[in-house]
């Protein structure tokens, strides 16, 4: 319903009652009291006409009785009908034979009058008559309309009067501020309201206008920070800011109607996205880590919270989500853990990413039915090559040897640098010990050959110890120990080979 209508609506319904009143009471109250007083005049001159047809009565005197009841017909004959007399016993004696009817089909505007004939307390009989007082009835309802009339042109000029000042006052500031929350409600804050007056709307609108100020100022920061994106109740996207659309990569417009499905990346698994969607359709808040995909396929990080916006009912009705860029904290997280997990100088796993590899290739030996191998490989004659052509060329034939042992093992198996010139080699899922001897033979062989280190020639061999699940032990810290002590009897009886931990 319009707030113009409203404001109207007290004065039409007091105008409404105003004229039930005057229809339905006053009128009726002032035709009722105005039908007593023409009743009590009829009576007044009922008593002055009487006196002579109390006489005749009296005397019996039929013939002047009768010329006294027509004088008074006389009298009064375009307002008096069908005047009879009966005398105290209800017998009619006058008129004997005619009565007049012309009364009968209007009723409402005759009144019924009794008049009783009587000589102190004795009863002679009454006078029973018809009184026309239709001119004193339409002359009451005429003034009664009247002032009316008058009343309903005077509620009018108020309505109108009123309406113009609440339209100005009260409608016009409000229509405005009603505009400015649709503005707001679409994503703009750059309304400006003017304060009109300094009363109740006035402060309203100053009001609202230092809410927008801040909401304004605070979009402003939300826009210049996060990446922000509104979806309907069925996960439609609706809107989305001007950050969002440039570090994905996508216009506005190929955002707006689709899913979040448009920038989903591979990262993450199916149960992970119905996880989101069952927290935020249960009206609960989600807050994690997404990795998502640009228009051009480059993946990018953020951190997300997304919140569902409720109804009256508690049922979800659209879902804001704030996201900041994380790319470069992520980037630099996944260096520092490949820092900590790698070689700075092979690029190959440390001690302590191959004994995680280690324990996962364990893991699926165990449900495979299959066997893993630890090398732990020592070059011999490394301190020489170091010694006399210098830390540059030791540091080189490290890489070449890391990049010969990448070459010998399969992309599934693990080739680590745990110290100075120690590696480690772990095969997964092989079928027998003969697989390993194979491998570490082709290892022997490829070290053997003479390395190029900035065109100077180096020679080295190699020292292998090997330990395999389920032969020897079960536990990866134990099969690395094991394998390292079978390397070094290999060193003592004289290098360049490899050897089995149940070869002692």
């Given at each position: 319903?319009?707030?113009?209508?409203?404001?109207?609506?007290?004065?039409?319904?007091?105008?409404?009652l105003?004229?039930l009143?005057?229809?339905?009471?006053?009128?009726?109250?002032?035709?009722e009291?105005a039908?007593?007083?023409?009743?009590?005049?009829?009576?007044?001159?009922?008593?002055?006409?009487?006196?002579?047809?109390?006489?005749?009565?009296?005397?019996?005197?039929?013939?002047?009785?009768?010329?006294?009841?027509?004088?008074?017909?006389?009298?009064?004959?375009?307002?008096?009908?069908n005047?009879s007399?009966?005398?105290?016993?209800?017998?009619?004696?006058?008129?004997?034979?005619?009565?007049?009817?012309?009364?009968?089909?209007?009723?409402?505007?005759?009144?019924?009058?009794?008049?009783?004939?009587?000589?102190?307390?004795?009863?002679l009989?009454?006078?029973?008559?018809?009184?026309?007082?239709?001119?004193?009835?339409?002359?009451?309802?005429?003034?009664?309309r009247?002032?009316?009339?008058?009343?309903?042109?005077?509620?009018?000029?108020?309505l109108?009067?009123?309406?113009?000042?609440?339209?100005?006052?009260?409608?016009?500031?409000?229509?405005?501020?009603?505009?400015?929350?649709n503005?707001?409600?679409?994503?703009?804050?750059?309304?400006?309201?003017?304060?009109?007056?300094?009363?109740?709307?006035?402060?309203?609108?100053?009001?609202?206008t230092?809410?927008?100020?801040?909401?304004?100022f605070?979009?402003k920061?939300?826009?210049?920070?996060?990446?922000?994106?509104?979806?309907?109740?069925?996960?439609?996207?609706i809107?989305?800011?001007?950050?969002?659309a440039?570090?994905?990569?996508?216009?506005?417009?190929?955002?707006?109607?689709?899913?979040?499905?448009?920038?989903k990346?591979?990262?993450?698994s199916?149960?992970?996205?119905?996880?989101?969607?069952?927290?935020?359709?249960?009206?609960?808040?989600?807050?994690?880590?997404?990795?998502?995909?640009?228009?051009?396929?480059?993946?990018?990080?953020?951190s997300?919270?997304?919140?569902?916006?409720?109804?009256?009912?508690?049922v979800?009705?659209?879902?804001?989500?704030?996201?900041?860029?994380?790319?470069?904290?992520?980037?630099?997280?996944?260096?520092?853990?490949?820092?900590?997990?790698?070689?700075?100088?092979?690029?190959?796993?440390?001690?302590?990413?191959?004994?995680?590899n280690?324990?996962?290739?364990?893991?699926?030996?165990?449900?495979d039915?299959?066997?893993?191998?630890?090398?732990?490989i020592?070059?011999?004659?490394?301190?020489?090559?170091?010694?006399?052509?210098?830390?540059?060329?030791?540091?080189?034939?490290?890489?070449?040897?890391?990049?010969?042992?990448?070459?010998?093992?399969?992309?599934?198996?693990?080739?680590?640098?745990?110290?100075?010139?120690?590696?480690?080699?772990?095969?997964?899922?092989?079928?027998?010990?003969?697989?390993?001897?194979?491998v570490?033979?082709?290892?022997?062989?490829?070290?053997?050959?003479?390395?190029?280190l900035?065109?100077?020639?180096?020679?080295?061999?190699?020292?292998?110890?090997?330990?395999?699940?389920?032969?020897?032990?079960?536990?990866?810290?134990?099969?690395?120990?094991?394998?390292?002590e079978?390397?070094?009897?290999?060193?003592?009886?004289g290098?360049?080979?490899?050897?089995?931990?149940?070869?002692?």
């Open positions: 319903m319009s707030i113009k209508f409203k404001l109207a609506l007290p004065i039409l319904a007091g105008l409404l105003i004229l009143l005057i229809e339905y009471f006053w009128l009726p109250f002032q035709l009291k039908k007593n007083a023409f009743e009590k005049q009829t009576h007044e001159l009922l008593v002055l006409g009487s006196s002579g047809i109390i006489q005749d009565l009296l005397e019996n005197d039929l013939g002047s009785l009768f010329s006294n009841i027509e004088q008074l017909e006389k009298s009064y004959k375009d307002r008096w009908f005047l007399l009966y005398r105290e016993n209800k017998k009619r004696i006058y008129p004997i034979f005619i009565i007049n009817s012309e009364v009968s089909d209007q009723v409402e505007r005759f009144i019924h009058i009794s008049y009783p004939l009587r000589i102190g307390e004795t009863s009989g009454y006078l029973d008559l018809d009184i026309d007082w239709v001119r004193e009835k339409n002359k009451i309802i005429k003034d009664i009247n002032i009316r009339d008058i009343i309903v042109l005077v509620i009018i000029l108020v109108l009067v009123t309406t113009i000042s609440q339209y100005r006052i009260i409608y016009r500031p409000l229509k405005k501020l009603s505009v400015a929350a503005k707001i409600k679409r994503g703009s804050f750059n309304t400006e309201l003017p304060v009109y007056s300094n009363d109740e709307i006035g402060e309203l609108i100053s009001s609202f230092e809410m927008q100020t801040e909401l304004s605070q979009k920061a939300l826009d210049h920070h996060a990446l922000v994106s509104i979806a309907d109740k069925d996960g439609l996207i809107h989305v800011n001007n950050r969002f440039a570090v994905s990569g996508y216009p506005r417009e190929e955002l707006i109607g689709k899913t979040h499905r448009i920038i990346s591979d990262t993450h199916p149960e992970f996205y119905k996880d989101i969607w069952r927290t935020i359709t249960s009206g609960n808040v989600w807050h994690g880590e997404i990795c998502n995909l640009k228009k051009s396929g480059e993946k990018y990080w953020v997300s919270t997304i919140v569902p916006y409720l109804d009256k009912k508690g979800p009705k659209r879902y804001i989500s704030i996201r900041t860029d994380i790319t470069k904290q992520k980037n630099a997280e996944e260096q520092l853990r490949y820092m900590a997990n790698h070689d700075a100088l092979t690029n190959l796993p440390t001690r302590r990413l191959a004994k995680e280690l324990s996962m290739a364990l893991s699926i030996a165990r449900r039915q299959k066997m893993v191998a630890v090398m732990f020592d070059l011999d004659g490394f301190k020489v090559v170091n010694d006399t052509l210098g830390h540059d060329a030791g540091d080189l034939l490290l890489v070449s040897v890391s990049e010969r042992l990448g070459k010998c093992a399969r992309e599934m198996d693990t080739v680590a640098r745990v110290g100075g010139d120690e590696f480690i080699v772990i095969l997964s899922r092989i079928d027998n010990r003969d697989n390993a001897g194979l570490a033979q082709k290892i022997i062989d490829s070290l053997a050959m003479p390395f190029n900035n065109n100077k020639t180096a020679s080295i061999g190699a020292s292998i110890g090997i330990a395999l699940y389920p032969g020897h032990v079960h536990d990866p810290e134990e099969l690395i120990k094991c394998a390292d079978m390397m070094y009897a290999v060193k003592r009886r290098k360049n080979s490899f050897a089995f931990y149940d070869d002692k």
